[in-house]
């Protein structure tokens, strides 16, 4: 075998018909702006996301906090007018039991007089 391989020894040349060869360097430039304009969008997309569901959520809590605002401005008027009703109420009875009590001391001693005399 070595002799055969002996004899074979030699030259040989070949041709290859290539293509025209890449930039490689350009098609990693092309995949990157592919890549960045698709981040882009999606980056935009989930901005319109985010900001839809942040406004839905401000007019919800918009609505619950004017609520609770008019419920208290309510529950602070009924307090005052409750204040104030109880206020009268209380001046009414004092005036009545004062009046009440005094025209008794005035009956009293006018039918004290009366039977002295």
């Known amino acids: 075998m070595a002799a055969m391989r002996h004899n074979m020894t ?60 008019n419920a208290r401005l309510a529950a602070e008027d009924f307090r005052k007018n409750s204040s ?3 206020t009268t109420t209380k001046t009414m009875i004092h005036v009545i039991t004062e009046t009440t009590v005094g025209s008794k001391v005035v009956s009293s001693s006018t039918m ?6």
């Open 10 to 69: 030699g030259q040989v040349n070949v041709e290859v018909d290539a293509g025209p060869t890449q930039d490689l360097n350009q098609v990693m430039s092309d995949i990157r702006e592919q890549y960045e304009a698709a981040a882009k969008k999606s980056q935009k997309e989930l901005d319109n996301w985010f900001q839809n569901k942040i406004q839905a959520a401000t007019g919800v809590n918009g609505a619950i906090y004017l609520s609770i605002h």
């Open 84 to 86: 104030s009703s109880s």
């Open 112 to 117: 004290g007089s009366e039977t002295l005399s």
